[in-house]
């Protein structure tokens, strides 16, 4: 079953703009990943977020999470066009076979040049 | 970083064929692997938990004689649809952790499609 939801489902935006993507989960959580799929294509990692942090940076990547709402975000800043995929949330099982990942529904981006 | 490939990358078959896909982990070995699928525009959903050594693990609602698991070896699994039917066709995708860690590296996939 899905730990989470995501939304919005779908975001278009334009080149340079801002793109803010949520996630909420369920059950309590070790840590929350951020994953990125290209149409037709595997899963990149893109950042992981334990569970006692609150922010984390990656190069326009900004990730936040608030255990207490079981939710994150994800804010690719100054968007381009290849930014554009499909955005997964994904959270191991607390205290579980370590690995096995329950993804959320995703969110498509499309960012227009 | 860590490389996980698929073969093939897609298939297409009759009805009542069986379809094998492999995942490799190039760089790395992995005792564990795992198998999700994932339906037009929608999410992952986890398969099975492919064991070196041992047998699979398989989720609530897959059928183990459906799709057969094999870990062949520290950096082979084997996903085997057998007897493929039209509501099998799908992406599949492969996924190993590296090292200790949480974090999971994906095969490119393997879209199949049973006429």
């Known amino acids: 079953s899905q730990q989470g939801e995501e939304d919005p489902q779908a975001l278009s935006i334009q080149e340079g703009e801002n793109a803010t993507m949520n996630c909420s989960y369920k059950?309590?959580?070790?840590?929350l990943q951020w994953y990125r799929q290209n149409s037709g294509r595997g899963l990149v990692h893109l950042i992981l977020?334990?569970?006692?942090?609150r922010e984390k940076h990656s190069g326009r990547l900004r990730v936040t999470l608030d255990t207490s709402k079981k939710s994150s975000s994800l804010l690719i800043t100054a968007s381009r066009a290849a930014d554009t995929a499909s955005y997964f949330c994904a959270t191991p099982p607390g205290g579980t076979s370590y690995g096995k990942l329950t993804f959320g529904q995703g969110t498509i981006l499309t960012v227009h040049p | 970083g860590a490389v996980v490939s698929q073969h093939p990358s897609r298939v297409i078959c009759k009805s009542g064929t069986s379809v094998k896909i492999e995942c490799r982990s190039l760089?790395?070995?992995?005792?564990?692997m795992f198998w999700y699928r994932q339906f037009p525009k929608q999410s992952l959903m986890l398969m099975a938990t492919?064991?070196?050594?041992?047998?699979?693990?398989?989720e609530q609602g897959v059928e183990k004689d459906k799709f057969l698991i094999n870990h062949a070896s520290l950096t082979l699994s084997t996903l085997t649809v057998t007897s493929a039917h039209p509501e099998d066709s799908s992406f599949y995708i492969c996924?190993?952790?590296?090292?200790?860690?949480?974090?999971?590296?994906f095969g490119p996939g393997t879209r199949l499609t049973v006429l």
């Open positions: 996924s190993a952790p590296s090292g200790f860690t949480d974090t999971q590296y």
């Open positions: 977020i334990r569970s006692n942090e």
């Open positions: 492919s064991n070196e050594g041992s047998k699979a693990t398989y």
């Open positions: 760089d790395f070995q992995a005792t564990t």
């Open positions: 059950t309590s959580i070790n840590n």
